[in-house]
């Protein structure tokens, strides 16, 4: 939600400030701009609605010469998308500039307190209030000013600041919204996350809530809002430069379906054993999870389905009740928590506010919290006490993909070691859980060869009114999965339904406009889904079956079948999403969307 980078070096900081907008634009992408300080000491902004290919032009991809700058790419929240509420902002002296993603809570009543004190403000930004609290707070040290105007905020932000008349230095301030500070070779930077400056540096500093970052060509200085000088570990970041670019492929969602085979196994990589699934991350907390009596699952979107996966793992191989929960929903009406509660946070940005604020409350309650993420440094790892990776690396499409199979194939890890920490499983199931891990990545990969076909069916499929997308145990997940994945980028309505719902009320949207599509792999529930199959068959609609390898009997029930290998059904969610990824994926390029960064959606959801 908004992507932010800063530079401050020795080289052009221009074209480093647009590359890592562009590598940041998934974040959110309404309205892009940039700020520099021109060696001829001059302050430049040009902002702009639009994506940052508008303010490229805008530039005529030239922006002036210059050893410093800051840059934002929007998804909007106060203020509508223009030119004029774009970032950067800048206080009345025009020597003032200001980036930010978050919401500033108190902006209306630090509007009026501005405005009757004089100042001027010209967008309708909450953000612009800052540029003005700094100016108020300068005098002659901008890190000063703007510790001084964080302690007027409330509300969430990370933010940066440049002042002209200090030329090298930024100064950078974090809320539960993430920040991060590259440290190069006589330069330094400031991004949302790490795709944006990995090109130039691997040593970052994952700054922490209430951090205040004063960088100059290769130094950075931490401190609390009070100036407190703070120690803070450079880290390193694990994945190259080409991780996150598209390799060859039209679109990055194309590219990270097809990276699932090796984001499984990199997931899987030092995990899985002969006798069984350890994950060492857990080791530290092992004493507290031999007393849990209860398992709740919190995380959004993608993430809640794969812990719907989770949540049944977690009842049959714990015996214990175990429940998926909507993060934005958890603190309305929390289930109990306590000691022997274990909550697992599930998130791929590991930056989502719900799932943060979810997971915050059931700490408070003295619950042992386990996070599930790929974000390593990201803010659900400090409220953790545990964290677990996905070790998918970077995941660039606002459409998870790859991180939604690691997410479901990490919890099953999960329920897994901690069932056989617990004694609840018997070294069989083990041994036979096992041989189904080792087998799933070139599974995966035959599951995308098999999946060769959506893109003719799909061409066919383009013009449908709606999809209703069905599926019973482990298929549930995949089905709403699969709907989310149609809606998000294809823009058409689809449902996901638990397939015995189907004759309680959305029976009657099937019809020859809106196909059903239906997991329909082999499990225990599998002539109940083919039940399903034939009533929406009776009803006209044309049937799509995700069905395992060597299904006799599927053909003479579908109109299209999306063929997957066969596997243990806990494993069956991860094979199962696949044809139904590509299938969403043909239908958006059929239809024209903009696949990797559909309309008013972000990647990173930093808001409530
Ligand atoms: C859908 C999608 C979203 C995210 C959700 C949670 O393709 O990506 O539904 O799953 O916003 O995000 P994280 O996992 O970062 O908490």
């Not at 223009?82 to 500033?104: E, Y």
């Not at 031999?290 to 009842?315: D, H, K």
């Not at 149609?486 to 029976?507: R, V």
Request: hydrophobic share 45%; proline share 4%; glycine share 8%.
């Amino acid at each position: 939600m908004c992507g932010i980078v800063g530079y401050t070096g020795p080289r052009e900081a221009g074209p480093i400030l647009l590359d890592g907008l562009r590598r940041l634009e998934y974040r959110g992408y309404d309205s892009a701009g940039i700020a520099l300080v021109t060696h001829a000491g001059e302050l430049f902004v040009e902002k702009r609605a639009g994506k940052v290919a508008v303010l490229t032009d805008a530039l005529g991809g030239e922006p002036p010469t210059a050893g410093v700058g800051l840059g934002h790419t929007r998804w909007a929240t106060h203020g509508r998308v223009s030119d004029l509420n774009a970032h950067p902002h800048s206080d009345c002296t025009g020597r003032i500039t200001v980036v930010h993603n978050g919401i500033v809570e108190n902006f209306r009543a630090l509007r009026d307190e501005l405005a009757a004190g004089g100042h001027v403000l010209a967008s309708e930004t909450d953000t612009e209030v800052v540029a003005h609290l700094v100016e108020d707070a300068y005098k002659g040290d901008l890190a000063d000013a703007v510790r001084s105007a964080l302690h007027r905020l409330e509300g969430a932000y990370a933010l940066v600041v440049m002042h002209q008349d200090e030329p090298d230095r930024l100064v950078g301030a974090r809320l539960n919204v993430p920040l991060i500070v590259g440290v190069g070779e006589g330069e330094s930077f400031f991004a949302s996350d790490a795709s944006a400056l990995v090109a130039y540096t691997k040593k970052v500093i994952f700054l922490a809530d209430g951090d205040v970052a004063d960088i100059r060509p290769g130094t950075a200085v931490v401190t609390d809002i009070d100036g407190m000088r703070l120690e803070r570990l450079v880290d390193t970041i694990p994945w190259s430069a080409e991780a996150a670019e598209k390799g060859g492929y039209e679109h990055f969602m194309l590219k990270e379906i097809h990276e699932q085979p090796t984001a499984l196994r990199s997931a899987m990589a030092g995990r899985v054993r002969r006798g069984g699934v350890c994950l060492e991350e857990i080791d530290p907390i092992r004493d507290r999870l031999a007393n849990v009596n209860r398992v709740e699952l919190i995380a959004c979107g993608t993430a809640y389905y794969a812990s719907l996966v989770g949540a049944q793992l977690f009842q049959d191989w714990l015996g214990v009740p175990a429940r998926a929960n909507v993060a934005s929903e958890f603190r309305y009406s929390p289930p109990p928590l306590d000691a022997r509660t274990l909550v697992v946070a599930v998130t791929q940005s590991g930056e989502t506010a719900d799932t943060i604020a979810a997971t915050r409350l059931a700490r408070e309650r003295g619950s042992i919290v386990i996070a599930v993420t790929n974000t390593v440094g990201s803010a659900i790892t400090r409220e953790a006490h545990a964290a677990v990776f996905l070790q998918a690396g970077p995941e660039v499409a606002v459409a998870a993909t790859k991180t939604f199979v690691t997410q479901v194939l990490t919890l099953v890890m999960l329920a897994a070691d901690i069932a056989q920490q617990l004694g609840r499983r018997t070294k069989a199931e083990e041994e036979e859980l096992v041989v189904a891990l080792k087998a799933l990545p070139e599974q995966a990969e035959r599951a995308i060869e098999l999946a060769g076909a959506t893109e003719e069916m799909a061409s066919r499929y383009a013009e449908a009114a709606g999809f209703m997308y069905i599926g019973r145990a482990f298929g549930y997940p995949a089905a709403l999965e699969g709907a989310l994945k149609i809606k998000e980028i294809s823009y058409l309505h689809a449902e996901g339904y638990a397939a015995g719902e189907l004759k309680h009320g959305p029976i009657s949207l099937l019809d020859a406009d809106v196909p059903l599509v239906a997991v329909a792999t082999r499990s225990a529930v599998y002539e109940k889904l083919i039940s399903n199959l034939m009533e929406g068959k009776a009803r006209d609609a044309r049937v799509i079956a995700v069905a395992t390898e060597g299904d006799k009997q599927i053909e003479q029930f579908a109109t299209d079948v999306c063929w997957v290998p066969d596997t243990l059904e806990p494993l069956s969610t991860i094979l199962a999403v696949i044809p139904l990824q590509l299938f969403a994926y043909y239908v958006a390029v059929a239809r024209g969307r903009d696949v990797d960064q559909p309309r008013n959606l972000a990647k990173s959801v930093t808001v409530e």
